[in-house]
């Protein structure tokens, strides 16, 4: 197998299925979308073109050849393919089903990986009679604009397999970490980490939203997207971490339900960006605003960070 497929599938069109076509059709690929329902899928095509503009935006190498087709036929979708990933919801069971269905169309030499976002790999392997030739790719949202991904072997995963799915994933310029399986593997792990502790905060009145995101964003979020937080640990001292973890530790939170703050706004139907309210509330046209001001962000950010040497 080249380092990145001429053919490639992606199962599932919803939040991450778009974002994933436009980064894998702009660095060469044939990509066909497949989705049981017309209207996902028109929803799909619409989101993947913006995500293509986007990316025009960012800019750096655009090959020749890159396309992004869409249909509700599965053996249209998977024939001739030569990677394929499954992007439907985080429910075991479907990813499952649907693990069996593709391998039912593909040939043996083809990778299949899934975009779960935690499940174990060698959970969902028990549905194929080929486990050796599957692995987690879990692509970050938004897909199109975070170069990173988490590749994750299960534990029949064929280490050829890993090696293949690393270099599929420098081919189109992003930054594998190939990781061993845990619950949420590692990005989720550390980011609800630091949301537990911000919710907690809320919780308890110690800082209002805008507060906490401030301190959060300018305080931590700055530092931490040059300097990763083990080259961090060296900057700031071992030994200092050791004297204020010694005593901070104990009184960071730990709980493992979820903050009333939270669990009252889910009961009252207040979600966020998709019911107009949540932690903070939204005007009519506001959140198509503040979607715009993030992709922006995100663009001027990964520019950026792509021009200096990471530390």
Known sequence: MSSLPAVATIVG???????IAATLA????????YDISPDALERARTSSTFASSVLDQVGGPKAEGGSVSFTTDIAEALDGTRFVIEAVPEKLELKQSVLAQIEQYVGDDV????????????TLSTSLARPGRFIGMHWSNPPHLIPMIEVVPGD????????????IVEAFGYNPVVEKEIAGFVENRVL???????????????????GLDTCVKWGIGYKLSVIGPTRLLDMAGLDIYS?????????????TETPAVVTDMVAAGKLGFKTNGGMYDYA?????????DITAGLVAALKTLTSITPV
């Open 111 to 122: 990778i299949i990986a899934s975009n779960t976002s935690g499940i174990p790999i060698s």
């Open 26 to 33: 702009r660095a060469g690929a044939e990509v066909r979308v």
């Open 13 to 19: 069109s919803g939040t991450m299925g778009p974002g």
């Open 284 to 292: 009519d046209g506001e959140v198509d605003a503040k979607r715009k």
């Open 156 to 167: 029949q995963t064929d280490a050829a397999v890993t090696d293949q799915l690393v270099e």
């Open 243 to 255: 004297a204020v973890s010694s005593y901070l530790n104990k009184e960071l939170d730990a709980s």
């Open 192 to 210: 609800y980490a630091i949301l537990r502790e911000c919710v907690a905060l809320l919780n308890e009145g110690i800082v209002t939203p805008e």
